[in-house]
């Protein structure tokens, strides 16, 4: 009997063990998720250019103001600087020039800036700098640098900032009127219409000026009728005197 309740003790456990082996779930496959890198999302062209026109619109600024932190931001520490005179800086040279004032202008103009994205980390500006009376202090010498220059600047985003990677400065020879550099379009925003200018009232024309009545020709002057002369009294001939009077003839007797 003993034997009997153990054998069935002993099946009832495998039975129930057996059980729950089958009724267990099944361990979960590793996710294949947490392999896959987020895409990065793709750069808007318009934010990239709207950043590096800042950036180039703000040199006459650093100029004038010897802002030799701005330079050190914005070069990269690997710069490549090609000057108009074929010279050659890097980041620290150009910082140093900038905060020795050395170079000055009465003005000083960025125009006809033109972005070309390369890749969401690459970009190329080109445009024209304008300057007005402008002279380096050299040691020896004043170095006249007026007029006009081509500049070809190429930017790296490293960190997340823009970085300028290589600079190159041509003046022109002969120098033409360059077009405004393009500011970056703010949002629009829901501003009222401007009331149409109103046509100014055509200007009413002068009355034509009434033309003199011509003045009444003088009535001619009536001759004065010649005074007649009196007829001439025809006074009759006198008469002829005879010395003798004819006889009168004699009678003539009829038969």
């Known amino acids: 009997m003993k034997n009997f309740l153990s054998i069935a003790i002993v099946s009832l456990a495998t039975v129930s063990a057996l059980s729950q082996f089958g009724c267990a779930n099944p361990p979960n496959p590793p996710s294949t998720n947490a392999n896959m890198a987020t895409p990065e ?3 808007d062209p318009a934010v990239i250019e709207k950043e590096l026109l800042r950036i180039e619109n703000d040199w006459p600024r650093v100029i004038k103001e010897r802002d030799g932190q701005a330079v050190r931001r914005v070069d990269a520490d690997d710069v490549h600087l090609l000057s108009w005179d074929g010279s050659v800086s890097n980041k620290e040279e150009d910082a140093k020039f900038i905060e020795s004032g050395a170079l000055t202008a009465d003005l000083i103009q960025m125009n006809d800036l033109k972005v070309k994205v390369l890749d969401k980390d690459a970009a190329v500006v080109t445009g024209i700098m304008d300057i007005t009376n402008g002279k380096i202090k050299a040691p020896d010498r004043i170095i006249n640098v007026s007029g006009q220059y081509r500049l070809v600047d190429t930017f790296a985003r490293r960190n997340n900032e823009w970085k300028l990677v290589a600079s190159s400065l041509v003046k ?8 405004a550099s393009p500011t970056p ?4 925003s829901p501003a009222m219409k401007t009331t149409p200018s109103v046509k100014p009232t055509p200007s009413v024309k002068p009355t034509p000026s009434v033309k003199p009545t011509p003045a009444a020709r003088a009535t001619p002057k009536v001759r004065s009728t010649p005074a007649v002369k009196p007829p001439t009294a025809i006074q009759p001939p006198a008469p ?3 010395s003798t009077p004819r006889p009168p003839p004699p009678p003539i007797n009829k038969p």
């Open 41 to 43: 999302a793709t750069p």
């Open 172 to 179: 022109v020879a002969n120098p033409a009127a360059p077009s």
């Open 185 to 188: 379009k703010a949002s629009p």
């Open 240 to 242: 002829k005197t005879m």
